[in-house]
C-alpha cells in the first residue's frame, strides 16, 4: 500500500526540517529556515495523502483525484478532503496551521525565493504540532492496511 510509505516519509521529512533547522538555531543559520519550511509542509502535504489513499481516494490527477492541479500541492484542500472522509485532527491548531502554510505551499514559495518578508513560526513549532497528526494518521493507515489482509 503506497500511503504506508507516504507516512513513512512523512515523518522522515518532518525529523530532516528539524534536523536542518532545529530548536534553538543561532541566528546565522536563518537561511535554512526556508529549506526546513518547505520540508514542513511536505511532511503534511504527504501525511494528508496517506490518509485520504489508505481510505480510497482516487490517486490519479484526474478531477477529484489527491494529485490532480487543483489540490495536489493544496495543503487546506488536501484537508478539508480529509475531513469529509473522517479526519479527526488533534485539535484545532493543525487545521490553522494548513490554512496559513497552503498559500506559500501551493506558490512553492520556499522552494524558489521571492523578495519580501514571510512571517511564520519556527520550523520546530510547526514540527511540534505535525508530530501527533503524522503519529494518528500513521495509525490510521496501518490499521486500514491490517483490515484489508484478512
Not at 490519479?60 to 488536501?78: D, E, P
Not at 484545532?92 to 514559495?109: I, K, N, R, T, V
Amino acid at each position: 500500500m503506497i500511503a504506508i510509505g507516504m507516512v513513512q516519509d512523512a515523518e522522515a521529512y518532518r525529523v530532516a526540517a528539524l534536523r536542518t533547522h532545529p530548536e534553538g538555531s543561532p541566528h546565522r543559520d536563518n537561511n535554512l529556515t526556508a529549506p526546513a519550511w518547505h520540508l514542513l509542509c511536505h511532511s503534511a502535504e504527504l501525511a494528508l495523502k496517506a490518509y485520504l489513499l489508505s481510505g480510497g481516494a482516487d490517486p490519479s490527477a484526474r478531477k477529484g483525484g489527491v494529485t490532480h492541479s487543483s489540490i495536489r500541492h493544496n495543503l487546506s484542500g488536501l484537508f478539508e478532503l480529509a475531513i469529509e472522509r473522517g479526519f479527526k485532527p488533534p485539535d484545532e491548531e493543525f487545521g490553522d496551521l494548513m490554512e496559513w502554510l497552503s498559500p506559500y505551499h501551493g506558490a512553492h514559495a520556499f522552494r524558489y525565493r521571492r523578495t519580501g518578508m514571510i512571517r511564520l513560526p519556527a520550523p520546530f513549532f510547526i514540527a511540534n504540532i505535525l508530530e501527533p497528526v503524522i503519529a494518528d494518521i500513521a495509525r490510521t493507515v496501518r490499521a486500514r492496511w491490517m483490515a484489508t489482509q484478512k
